[in-house]
């Protein structure tokens, strides 16, 4: 029971603070394991195990391995670990996966099955509007309800006095950012592009976009690029920003980022979670 305990206080915490991290629960146990139905440990991003138990060496390595991969690409899964007499009878290799399923063979004497349910747990995702213009108010409070945590810069005479955002800053520095999968859109419009896409192109993201014409993001790039800016980075930045929708209001212009974003954001996923 205190290690159940310790497991659920150490899940808060690490949520509170916004710390990706992995939840490992034994859901079946045939003949004799260590651990038994119900056991969970908590799985940091570095592998270790920081709270819980889930049994000794017969499962630790298949466990982590998953709980690494489960952190990469978000998807839950099933680890299934059995002696290798079981596997054969199944026709399925360690490491191999069936239905959902990732096998391993049980190395130890006791020779029981264990399956294990993987589930990362990953901070919410950060959103990073740099601008204060309608389509950056709009993708704001459309974002949030949508799981983002949301970034606003812009200067405080560009802006509204209560932006819907999680956190605003006066001007485009931006920094302090949580660990997360991270997305940046720049909205100015005409008011600070410039110096709002020197400061995205700083920011570490998945994705940079830029609400404005190809036009004028192609006369950006040659601006910034002749002042030493990186051409890579700056060939990275969509223009313009979302998916063609035949947007024209700015929260329609919104919904289209955001409906870019959420597929970045699942590209993968759902493949990968069957």
Do not use: Y
């Not at 899964?77 to 290799?93: D, H, I, K």
């Not at 800016?229 to 930045?237: E, G, I, K």
């Not at 870019?260 to 699942?266: N, P, T």
């Amino acid at each position: 029971m205190t290690a159940h305990v310790d497991v659920i206080d150490l899940i808060s915490r690490l949520k509170a603070a916004e710390e990706a991290f992995v939840l490992a629960t034994v859901v079946r146990t045939v003949s004799v394991t260590a651990a038994k139905a119900g056991a969970k440990a908590v799985i940091r991003a570095d592998g270790t195990i920081a709270a819980g138990w889930i049994g000794g060496g017969c499962a630790r390595g298949a466990v982590l391995k998953a709980a690494r991969e489960a952190l990469a690409d978000g998807v839950a899964r099933l680890v299934s670990v059995q002696p290798e007499n079981l596997l054969a009878e199944l026709g399925v290799s360690p490491g191999e996966s069936r239905e959902g399923v990732r096998f391993a063979k049980n190395m130890c004497p006791s020779e029981g099955t264990m399956d294990i349910f993987i589930e990362p747990v990953l901070p919410q995702p950060s959103l990073v509007i740099l601008g204060a213009s309608p389509v950056a108010m709009a993708l704001a409070s459309q974002a949030r309800p949508l799981g983002f945590h949301v970034t606003l810069a812009a200067p405080a005479e560009d802006r509204p006095s209560t932006p819907d955002a999680d956190r605003v800053i006066d001007g485009f520095a931006v920094d302090g950012l949580q660990e997360a999968r991270r997305f940046v859109v720049v909205s100015t419009q005409g008011r600070g592009d410039k110096a709002a896409l020197t400061a995205a192109l700083g920011i570490a993201a998945d994705t940079h976009a830029f609400v404005g014409s190809r036009r004028k993001m192609t006369a950006l790039r040659q601006t910034l690029a002749a002042e030493g800016a990186d051409p890579l980075a700056l060939a990275r930045v969509k223009a313009p920003a979302g998916l063609d929708l035949g947007a024209i209001t700015p929260e329609e212009i919104a919904l289209s980022i955001l409906a870019e974003i959420v597929q970045a954001r699942r590209r993968g996923q759902r493949e990968g979670g069957g």
